[in-house]
């Protein structure tokens, strides 16, 4: 477990959306523009998990570039801790959907380029190790990364946004690129740090049972049945997840909620009548 | 092949006119110089075994066997083709009479000083106009323009204006220089992937550590490739220079010799032509490969 001594990390922060909206230009002249984002509207206490859920092209990563800062909705505010955001919040820590590596620095040093300026370097450096320990990557630090696979950038691309000890931590598919005993390693580690170190996590993940099993609440984002596909995605439920962490991956009671989830996504939960 | 480079020159709206000489100096020696994508063979690591350095030499010995050959049994006559003795014996003869060093040695300070100043001086254009937006509006335009006149045609005008010396010499080269290294540097920045450049603002970095620690490590490559073809170019110019109005250096030795009929001499100019520009080139590599190592 990361001790907060490395490095004072900020406290979670809350996070509130109201009624964000956002349309891209069409793609061909003349065409109405594409709304990607229709009112938006959520209020998320400080050191809250929360999982978005959605089918692909939906407005997830659109939503958490929204939150970051990164990008400016054009319908509703985003407030952080109260204060609405102009421009890249630096209280807030993404980690993209993409690893975003340096190619040209080793991962040791890229994940030191999350860590808050003004660390002192020895403090910096215990930190990266830590972190880069937690990961997994203790022995991979000195190399490229063009010289690691895929989940091993992924898992140094979350390293570098936990060095930061962010009031809010945004996840874009943190667990994407990784198998499937990683990926329950990494969901633990998640939880390790938030218990350790506090901070409002905002993450999107494909994954129903992750997304159960990692969060407080599940935000199901998706067109509303009947409207045309230009019309903007919005929240079409949101579930609290019963109990609290750290929760047992076989929970029968979540089962339901699985199946609820499942459907939301449009994806059939009949049981086949013949099995293999 | 210089991958880096050829998008860059692709993307960029106004192709040099030099293009198809850059491309073809590109195409010898020139071989990882842009991959600034990719696979890359990383220096330093793999080191090259010395039977493939010693296989390079297989050639040129081969040329020389073969030359010699020729030469002995009078295939073509001497007039047309001297023998690799007696080219030796140009050099010997050259070097006893001092004209040797005297125009290696004016030649190279001239490559030199043009390929710097040109460099630098496209290094600075390069960086302004990918940086900036405005700036890339502002000056873009017009130095493509400039880039679209052959340089060669910039020879009367410095005759006029700065006179047949050194300066214009070195000013010609320097034009030379200048061009592929403002077309690389300033297609390299504006193409610095923006995924990375984005990660950099989320990450708080202002203006100028931005620049520093995103921007101008990934166009390393890209200017690595850029510096090495400006360096092609100084020799190219500098043979045009020297052959134009000058009285001392490879390119007037040239000349002289074939006014004279020396064709021993003529062949002696362009070996060490060869040698001079392998061997300037090499150290570029060198360079490379430390910069590669460091930042590829
Ligand atoms: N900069 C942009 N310009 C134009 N359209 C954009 C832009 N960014 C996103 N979009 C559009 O917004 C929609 C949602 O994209 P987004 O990346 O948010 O999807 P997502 O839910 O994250 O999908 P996935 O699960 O596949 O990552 C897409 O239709 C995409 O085309
Ligand atoms: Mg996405």
Redesign the pocket.
């Given at each position: 477990m990361p001790s907060t001594d490395a490095s004072p990390t900020a406290p979670a922060l809350s996070v509130s959306l109201d009624g964000v909206g956002r349309s891209?230009p069409a793609s061909t002249a003349g065409e109405p523009d594409?709304r990607?984002l229709r009112d938006i509207s959520l209020e998320i206490a400080p050191g809250e998990i929360i999982s978005l859920l959605?089918p692909?092209?939906?407005?997830?990563?659109?939503l958490l570039r929204q939150v970051s800062g990164l990008d400016r909705p054009d319908e509703g505010v985003v407030t952080i801790d109260g204060s609405p955001l102009v421009g890249i919040d630096q209280r807030c820590a993404i980690g993209f959907?993409e690893p975003r590596l340096l190619p040209w620095r080793t991962l040791e040093q890229n994940v030191a380029l999350g860590l808050p300026h003004g660390t002192p370097r020895s403090a910096g450096r215990e930190r990266v190790s830590q972190l880069l320990d937690l990961v997994q990557l203790g022995d991979a630090k000195h190399l490229r990364p063009r010289q690691v696979s895929g989940g091993m950038a992924q898992r140094a691309s979350l390293a570098r946004a936990l060095s930061r000890g962010p009031g809010v931590l945004v996840l874009d598919e943190p667990f994407g690129a990784l198998d499937a005993l990683t990926r329950l390693t990494m969901q633990d580690l998640l939880l390790e740090i938030h218990a350790a170190e506090p901070a409002t996590i905002l993450l999107?993940t494909?994954d129903v049972d992750e997304a159960l099993y990692l969060s407080d609440r599940v935000v199901l984002l998706g067109t509303e049945p009947g409207e045309r596909a230009g019309s903007g995605a919005v929240i079409r439920s949101i579930i609290t997840v019963p109990g609290s962490r750290p929760r047992d991956r076989g929970d029968s009671t979540l089962a339901h909620l699985r199946a609820e989830l499942l459907q939301g996504l449009g994806v059939s939960i009949h049981h086949p009548a013949h099995t293999f | 092949m210089a991958r880096s480079t050829s998008r860059t020159v692709a993307a960029d709206s106004t192709t040099e006119p030099a293009a198809t000489l850059v491309q073809y100096s590109s195409q010898f020696g020139y071989s990882a110089a842009g991959t600034a994508t990719g696979q890359r063979r990383r220096g330093g690591s793999g080191r090259r075994s010395p039977w493939l350095i010693a296989l390079g030499a297989v050639l040129p010995l081969l040329i020389l066997g073969f030359w010699q050959l020729t030469a002995s049994l009078q295939w073509v006559p001497a007039y047309l083709l001297p023998s690799p003795a007696s080219v030796w014996s140009a050099a010997v003869d050259l070097a006893e009479r001092g004209y040797l060093w005297t125009d290696v040695g004016i030649s190279v300070q001239r490559v030199l000083i043009g390929f710097g100043v040109g460099a630098a001086v496209g290094l600075v254009l390069g960086s302004v106009v990918g940086l900036s937006r405005v700036a890339s509006a502002f000056f873009a335009p017009t130095v493509g323009a400039l880039r679209a006149v052959p340089s060669l045609a910039w020879v009367p005008l410095l005759v006029l204006y700065i006179g047949i010396n050194e300066d214009s010499k070195v000013t010609l080269i320097a034009i030379g220089a200048m061009f592929p290294v403002y077309t690389t540097v300033a297609g390299a920045l504006r193409h610095v992937d923006p995924h990375l450049v984005e990660l950099g603002g989320a990450y708080g970095l202002g203006r100028f550590q931005l620049l520093r620690q995103v921007q101008l490590p990934a166009v390393v490559p890209s200017v690595v490739s850029g510096l090495r073809l400006a360096l092609a170019q100084s020799w190219l110019f500098l043979v045009a220079a020297e052959l134009i109005a000058s009285s001392m250096g490879l390119g007037f030795r040239l000349l002289d010799s074939q006014q004279n009929g020396r064709i021993d001499r003529m062949f002696l100019v362009i070996i060490l032509l060869g040698i001079l520009g392998k061997t300037t080139d090499a150290l570029i590599g060198l360079l490379e490969r430390y910069l590669l190592k460091r930042w590829g």
């Open positions: 891209f594409r990607v959605g692909s092209g939906c407005g997830k990563s659109t959907q999107v494909h | -």
